[in-house]
């Protein structure tokens, strides 16, 4: 299998929303067109079905045409990685099977609500590891804001020492430079191997200083995906100074697309704005813009468009 995740991982992996028409039903056409985006704008890697993908609002037919949807445009270009996370075993295997057999080259899993003491945890993903079994390259979720569940640095390199098949973390705890820096000391002291970090906090609120502890790239969404190109461009260069740069141009609009509760509304809006999908539709239940919200999105990337140009 070809284009499979390992443990060198590094690069932009654009969390992809799901489009949807204005009544609801999954668009195609769009889909097609989001994966056009996105390679142009040279992300390095696709992650669909996420929090930020819906998933959880999607039939297990609808998740399965959507990612074959996706793999088939994105035709070995760039490796994509399924969101797996499932409320038991027995979903979990049927839908990373699917996938895998489709081509994509991992699955994502984080922990459920459920789990609440280390131990807990722990076993969890024993079980996890024993389900998706020796062949399949997964990437560990460690994101309290949206599962509930907080853990430690302690537990994560328990967690990575017991998964020879866990290639990559995709850290987006708040705050979490300290974590980050943490379990890079342990692969650096030879503690455990050294495996992909990849960061998704809030569509990339701390990516250059996660660059500089150590992380190897993005994995999170943004309407601009350009943005975090270019930052990890510019940062694995050496142009520290140009990436920070880069990222204060875009970051007012990168944390009002951060809003609790009506954040994919945003995120939505703007990519229909730049005729990436035909529809800002999020799946019921879920929040609509006022006028006064499209108002401060269109001052926000009028001002992102004039910092652009003054750093061009």
Excluded at 127 to 138: D, F, Q, R, S, Y
Excluded at 181 to 194: H, Y
């Amino acid at each position: 299998m070809g284009n499979q995740l390992d443990t060198s991982t590094k690069g932009v992996y654009l969390i992809a929303v799901t489009p949807f028409t204005d009544s609801g039903a999954l668009d195609l056409a769009s889909t097609d067109r989001m994966v056009d985006f996105c390679l142009e704008k040279g992300v390095t890697g696709l992650t669909v079905l996420g929090i930020m993908g819906e998933a959880t609002k999607l039939t297990m037919e609808e998740s399965r045409t959507f990612v074959q949807r996706v793999l088939a445009r994105v035709a070995g270009r760039v490796p994509v990685v399924v969101g797996a996370s499932a409320p038991g075993f027995a979903p979990m295997r049927e839908l990373t099977q699917s996938v895998m057999d489709l081509g994509a080259a991992g699955v994502m899993v984080a922990p459920p609500s459920t789990v609440r003491t280390d131990d807990q945890i722990v076993a969890y993903f024993d079980m996890v590891n024993e389900t998706l079994g020796p062949k399949v390259p997964w990437v560990l979720q460690d994101h309290p804001v949206s599962t509930g569940v907080q853990m430690s640095t302690g537990v994560i390199l328990k967690i990575l020492k017991n998964s020879p098949t866990c290639v990559m973390l995709k850290h987006e705890d708040c705050p979490g430079l300290a974590k980050l820096s943490a379990i890079r000391a342990a692969s650096d002291k030879g503690e455990l191997k050294r495996i992909s970090i990849l960061t998704g906090n809030g569509g990339g609120l701390f990516l250059p200083e996660e660059l500089t502890r150590g992380a190897d790239g993005a994995m999170t969404g943004f309407a601009y995906p350009e943005m975090m190109v270019d930052v990890c461009a510019a940062h694995a260069t050496g142009n520290i100074e140009r990436a920070h740069d880069l990222f204060d141009a875009y970051l007012p609009l990168a944390r009002y697309e951060q809003q609790a509760g009506i954040g994919l509304a945003v995120r939505k809006h703007i990519l229909a704005e730049r005729g990436v999908i035909a529809s800002a539709a999020v799946r019921k239940p879920g929040p609509k813009l006022s006028a006064q919200d499209v108002a401060d999105i269109a001052r926000l990337t009028a001002r992102q468009e004039k910092r652009l140009a003054e750093l061009a």
